[in-house]
């Protein structure tokens, strides 16, 4: 392995043209050194404007490649686990886009290709390693809250594009695979534990048949709720409510936190009704898929490599697949 951990991608998607290529590129440990499509000519013409050394016509190509270290996986979510499989196969190290894969049995083959190949296979959840997210975490450990007693959630954007793959359903989309699982994660992350149930009423889109609108309540073992919205047609909007027994934390840009200004979040102080907030405004200005590939690649480096990882994508998985299973039966459905 060169200084820096040597980077593949896969694909030409949004996602990694915009979000991570850039991110990794201003890592301190690793370096995007590839990059892969079916049509060369679009690979070629993503390399070139991106500053990537190398353009493959196939991934097969890529990952064939022995200068690769790590492959970035953000193909749509049914290509996940077969191409991580692919790539975990040929001795790369997998940063795979969430969510892993479209059921928890699907995801649970990774645990399996892990103990076989001995490489690191991790879900691209980038929350989790943001700074924001860690000072609210450290805020409920410590108490501040009081008893954590509830998380609330609103995820939304408007997509109505047919061609689209969030709107395409055998490509595994839908606004619970591709947003809801942010609210999945964060309150699963603060309440410290898995929901035993919970309940949802979703709406499909007659014309595209995904999930377009979807309402959630999660019951945790320790008494703990957590509820969000999330929707692929409604006003554009993210926000995240924390309630403790005796403080109450809002999030105000949780997910797509931005890269050029700090993250700012809010600490009700719970004596009134007016003038209530502290306003946080110190946290550090951060890229967040910066902080995803930088911690990706000290474990790599340091071979930290153990099952916990894909325990958690399956974990998040069996939450996604209750909350399918709950949208359609109309009741509360166990989370096993």
């Known amino acids: ?51 990537i050394p190398k353009a493959y016509g196939s991934y097969e190509e890529l990952l064939a490649d022995p200068e690769i270290d790590a492959i970035y996986n953000p193909l749509p979510n049914h290509l996940h686990v077969p191409l991580t499989i692919d790539a975990a196969s040929a001795g790369k190290h997998v ?27 991790t879900e691209a959840f980038m929350v989790r390693d943001n700074p924001q997210w860690h000072w609210v975490r450290d805020r409920v450990q410590d108490g ?103 403080r109450r934390i809002e999030v105000e840009i949780p997910f797509n936190s931005p890269n050029q200004m700090p993250c700012r979040v809010f600490l009700d102080e719970g004596e009134s009704t007016h003038d209530r907030f502290r306003t946080i405004t110190d946290l550090p200005i951060v890229d967040q898929y910066t902080c995803q590939a930088e911690t990706f690649e000290a474990r790599v480096r340091e071979g930290d490599i153990d099952d916990g990882p894909v325990q958690n994508a399956v974990a998040n998985m069996r939450v996604l697949d209750a909350l399918y299973c709950a949208g359609k039966s109309g009741s509360w459905e166990s989370v096993a």
Request: net charge neutral; proline share 4%; aromatic share 6%.
């Open 95 to 121: 940063l795979c886009e969430k969510p892993i894969a479209l059921t928890a049995k699907e995801a649970a083959q990774l645990l399996d290709v892990q103990h076989e190949t001995g490489v690191l296979i």
């Open 144 to 246: 501040t809250l009081g008893r954590l007693v509830a998380v609330q959630a609103c995820f939304s954007y408007t997509n109505r594009d047919a061609e689209n793959i969030r709107n395409i359903p055998e490509f595994g989309g839908g606004g619970i695979y591709d947003i809801g699982c942010y609210p999945v994660v964060v309150s699963r992350l603060l309440f410290g534990e898995e929901p035993e149930a919970v309940a949802a009423i979703v709406e499909d889109d007659p014309e595209f048949k995904t999930d377009r609108l979807a309402s959630v309540l999660m019951r945790f073992p320790s008494g703990g709720q957590a509820s969000f919205v999330c929707s692929t047609q409604m006003v554009p909007y993210q926000r995240v409510q924390v309630y403790g027994t005796k």
């Open 1 to 51: 392995m060169s200084n820096k951990l040597r980077w593949g991608v896969l694909s030409t998607a949004k996602i990694g043209r915009e979000k991570v290529i850039p991110a990794i590129q201003k890592s301190r440990t690793g370096e995007v050194v590839a990059l892969a499509s079916r049509d060369l000519q679009l690979a070629q013409a993503t390399t070139s404007a991106l500053g």
